[in-house]
């Protein structure tokens, strides 16, 4: 199972003073993201690992369910939907493209 390692948060929004501080925790945080989108990726191998032929990678009406929950998750969450769609958007995009190279991978480049 995944852990995350993560520096110590020293600000809050609020408490943060000086451009440092500000950035620590960009900083900070955009080390979690990559541990956590990298933990993403792995569920694309699995993916890759469990659908049955080359055609699902891409799957049209998964990634509108998937857009469609994130921007719902913003609601919550106090993120801006016009950051957020175009992330998962491209992010999607660029997930399908290492799932299809997982399956290719794993299957031997067979279509
Ligand atoms: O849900 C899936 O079927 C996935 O493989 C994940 C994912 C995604 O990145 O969210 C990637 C490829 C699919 O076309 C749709 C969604």
């Not at 600000?11 to 960009?26: L, N, Q, W």
């Not at 857009?67 to 998750?73: D, E, G, H, L, Y």
């Not at 175009?86 to 660029?94: A, F, S, T």
Request: one cysteine or more; aromatic letters at 8%.
């Amino acid at each position: 199972m995944t852990t995350y390692t993560s520096d110590q948060r020293r600000h809050t929004s609020e408490t943060a003073e000086t451009m440092a501080d500000v950035r620590y925790e960009i900083d900070r945080i955009d080390r979690l993201l990559v541990e956590i989108l990298a933990e993403r990726q792995s569920f694309m191998d699995a993916a890759a690992r469990i659908k049955p032929d080359r055609s699902k990678v891409y799957d049209a009406d998964r990634i509108e369910d998937v857009v469609a929950k994130v921007k719902a998750a913003c609601q919550g969450a106090g993120l801006s939907p016009a950051i957020a769609e175009p992330v998962w958007r491209k992010l999607i995009e660029r997930c399908i493209a290492y799932e299809f190279g997982s399956y290719d991978t794993r299957r031997g480049g067979d279509v």
